[in-house]
C-alpha cells in the first residue's frame, strides 16, 4: 500500500471515529479499530448469525409480542415481530423470531421488528419505529416514531427520535439525528440496471481517492458527537468524523468530513469549518 493510499485509510479507520467500540455480548470482530469503517457493515450479519448459533428455541415468547411470517419472493420466510408494548425485566432471547432483547428495553406498541435484531439495555423502541433486520443497536439508545432502520449500528447512547431513515449506516455514541434526517444508502441506478435487478457496487470518495466500497448499498458513517439538524439529507458514502454538526435541511454530498467541523452550507455543501474558529 502506498503511503498516500495508507493516509487515506488511517483517516477512515474505525478508531478515527469512535472511543468505545464494544457492544456486549459481541465480539472484538464486529468492530475492528484498525479496518476502515464501513467494513463494520460487513460484520452486522454474520455477528448477529454467531449470535444465536446453538441457543434453544425460546418456549414462551412474551405474550406482549407476537409474530408473523413475510415470505420473500424466493419462498424464504422472514419472521416479524409485532409489539403490543412491553418492558423487558431481563436479558430475553427469542431465537426462532431472531430477536434479542436486553433488560430494561422498552418496545411501545406498533413497534415492528424484523429479525435478526439486538436491542441494547435500555433502549427505548418508540410507537411506529421500524426495525427492518440486521440492526445492532447498543444500550441507551432511542428509536424514534416512524424512524426506519436497516442493516446498520448504533454504539451506543445515540439517538434517532423523529421521523428518520437510517440505512447501512453507523451511528457512534452520543449521536443525535434530528427530526426528519435521512440517511440514504443506494445510489441512483439506470432503467437498465432497475429491470435487470442490478446493483452494482459502490465507489467511496475519500478526498481526491476513489475507493470500492465492495458493497453495492452503503449509507454514513457517523463519529461519536455528531449532531444533525432536522431534514437534512445525507447521501450514499457520507464520512462524518466525530463531534461535528450538520446545520438543518442540509443535503451532505458524499465524501469525507473531518472531526470537529460544520457543515452549513447547502450551496457550497463542502464547505466545512472548524468548531474552535466558529467565534471568529
Known amino acids: 500500500m502506498s503511503d498516500m493510499r495508507r493516509e487515506i ?3 477512515i479507520r474505525a478508531a478515527e471515529f469512535f472511543d468505545h467500540i464494544h457492544i456486549d455480548p459481541f465480539p472484538a470482530t464486529l468492530i475492528d479499530p484498525d479496518r476502515p469503517v464501513w467494513k463494520i457493515l460487513e460484520r452486522i450479519g454474520p455477528e448477529l448469525t454467531a449470535l444465536f448459533a446453538g441457543c434453544e428455541p425460546h418456549p414462551s415468547p412474551p405474550e406482549e409480542l407476537s409474530s408473523w411470517v413475510k415470505h420473500g419472493p424466493e419462498g424464504e420466510e422472514k419472521v416479524v415481530t409485532v409489539v403490543r408494548g412491553w418492558i423487558a425485566p431481563r436479558d430475553t432471547i427469542i431465537p426462532q423470531w431472531g430477536l434479542y432483547v436486553q433488560k430494561g428495553v422498552v418496545l411501545e406498541p406498533t413497534a415492528v421488528i424484523k429479525g435478526p435484531a439486538f436491542i441494547g439495555a435500555d433502549t427505548e423502541i418508540r410507537q411506529g419505529a421500524y426495525i427492518r433486520g440486521n440492526v445492532i443497536i447498543g444500550p441507551r439508545c432511542t428509536v424514534g416514531h416512524t424512524t426506519e432502520i436497516k442493516s ?41 440496471q432497475k429491470q435487470l435487478l442490478e446493483f452494482p ?32 439529507t445525507l447521501a450514499p458514502g457520507t ?12 443535503s451532505v454530498r458524499k465524501g469525507y468530513y473531518p472531526a470537529s467541523c460544520i457543515i452549513k452550507s447547502a450551496e457550497k455543501p463542502v464547505a466545512v469549518r ?6 471568529k
Request: hydrophobic share 40%.
Open 9 to 11: 485509510f488511517d483517516k
Open 152 to 192: 446498520s449500528v448504533f454504539i451506543r447512547h445515540s439517538e434517532a427520535g423523529h421521523f428518520a431513515y437510517i440505512g447501512d449506516s453507523i451511528l457512534g455514541s452520543y449521536v443525535n439525528i434530528g427530526a426528519g434526517s435521512k440517511l440514504a444508502n443506494l445510489p441512483f441506478r439506470t432503467l437498465s
Open 201 to 232: 457496487r459502490m465507489d467511496l470518495q475519500i478526498g481526491d481517492t476513489i475507493v470500492d466500497a465492495g458493497l453495492s448499498k452503503v449509507g454514513a458513517f457517523l463519529g461519536d458527537g455528531v449532531e444533525t439538524g432536522c431534514n437534512c
Open 239 to 250: 464520512f462524518v468524523g466525530r463531534d461535528s454538526w450538520i446545520y438543518p435541511c442540509i
Open 274 to 279: 472548524k468548531l474552535a474558529d466558529r467565534a
